[in-house]
């Protein structure tokens, strides 16, 4: 629909299909005239062409706070915040710690980092982090829908500390 704003009542309310070349990368500007970001739906139909984003989401790195106490990942793409069991329960330690919480740094809907909270602080040494389903039912999902595959994982080795 175009926008209501330019609407007079005569003028068509509904612009025509775009002709897409394969190839070209497009972008899709949608204005919501409200401060949440729910009470629109978008869907496409016909046509050959893929429209979303094909990139498969993955965890990208890891690094871990001074204290060993605390783990940071990096996406390798953007993620629905809300697909973040906030329990922690999306992934699992291979040994050392349990993980007690996770928590996003989500920018209105979606994120490209997260922070795992341990229950105590890691030894220095080897680990792998490796994602689960979730308490929530999912683990990490893209804005497609598309979630981060069960067992990826990344790993870790916290280094050990010099006294000075």
Known sequence: IQCASAYNGNAPRFASMPKLIAGHQYILLVSHFTDSQSGYALSFSGGTASITDTTKPALKSISSSCGANKLYINLNKNMKCSSLASDGSDFTISS?????????????????SLE???SNPLSPGNYTITIKTGTDGNTLLDNCGTSVPVGDSLLLNIHRKSVV
Not at 96 to 112: E, K, L, V, W
């Open 96 to 112: 050392g710690a349990t993980i007690i919480s996770a928590s996003s740094y989500c920018n209105g809907f979606d994120m490209d």
């Open 116 to 118: 795992l909270d341990l």
